[in-house]
Antibody, heavy 113, light 107 residues
Framework: QVQLVQSGAEVKKPGASVKVSCEAS????????MHWVRQAPGQGLEWMGI????????NYAQKFQGRVTMTRDTSTSTVYMVLSSLRSEDTAVYYC??????WGQGTTVTVSS | EIVLTQSPDFQSVTPKEKVTITCRAS??????LHWYQQKPDQSPKLLIK???QSFSGVPSRFSGSGSGTDFTLTINSLEAEDAATYYC?????????FGQGTKLEIK
């Protein structure tokens, strides 16, 4: 079955970067664009961007332009999301979602000094 | 950016009741509207895609309708396990956006 497994929780200091991975299985990796969505504590869902696993092209929400980078490794069916210049407001659960149909389990990122 | 506005924000309902959640888009989006269910400490799960298509494995009591700017998620004969927050989401244009969510409490 389609499954997305994300990397474990992270604690980072303000100004640092975080890299979250999302390994896909159970389907052809290049069949679905991968989205990243985050959810701050007690808040709603916020779309961050999308990557085409075939060619690696990306489109980021304007809010994250310049701070987010999404990449993929087709040899391991894994996508990565790097968020830099972290601030406390980036504390959230980060999700990957294949075609927005199936979601990973989420990765908690805590930004604290 | 397309803004999605859900109503209500919160609803307290009894089992077996029929529930209707609405989602209004700030501009026409055809049928590019999807519904998700999120239970506490879980990832969102897709219920309905393209306004009215049930996703695989979703109970038949969940249905969706609408097109253009106005959409509805209906839950017939509510069950206790349906306590969750429900989100609408549009795929008509980038950036993708979500509604603010509707929290369903079961009495």
């Amino acid at each position: 079955q389609v499954q997305l497994v994300q990397s474990g929780a992270e604690v980072k200091k303000p100004g640092a970067s975080v890299k979250v991975s999302c390994e896909a299985s159970g389907y052809t990796f290049t069949d679905y664009y991968m989205h990243w969505v985050r959810q701050a504590p007690g808040q709603g869902l916020e779309w961050m961007g999308i990557i085409n696993p075939t060619g690696g092209s990306t489109n980021y929400a304007q809010k994250f332009q310049g701070r987010v980078t999404m990449t993929r490794d087709t040899s391991t069916s894994t996508v990565y999301m790097v968020l830099s210049s972290l601030r406390s407001e980036d504390t959230a659960v980060y999700y990957c979602a294949a075609g927005m149909d199936v979601w990973g389990q989420g990765t908690t990122v805590t930004v604290s000094s | 950016e397309i803004v999605l506005t859900q109503s209500p924000d919160f609803q307290s309902v009894t089992p077996k009741e029929k529930v209707t959640i609405t989602c209004r888009a700030s501009q026409t989006i055809g049928s590019s509207l999807h519904w998700y269910q999120q239970k506490p400490d879980q990832s969102p799960k897709l219920l309905i895609k393209y306004a009215s298509q049930s996703f695989s494995g979703v109970p038949s009591r969940f249905s969706g309708s609408g097109s253009g700017t106005d959409f509805t998620l209906t839950i017939n004969s509510l069950e206790a396990e349906d306590a969750a927050t429900y989100y609408c989401h549009q795929s008509s244009s980038l950036p993708r956006t979500f509604g603010q969510g509707t929290k369903l409490e079961i009495k």
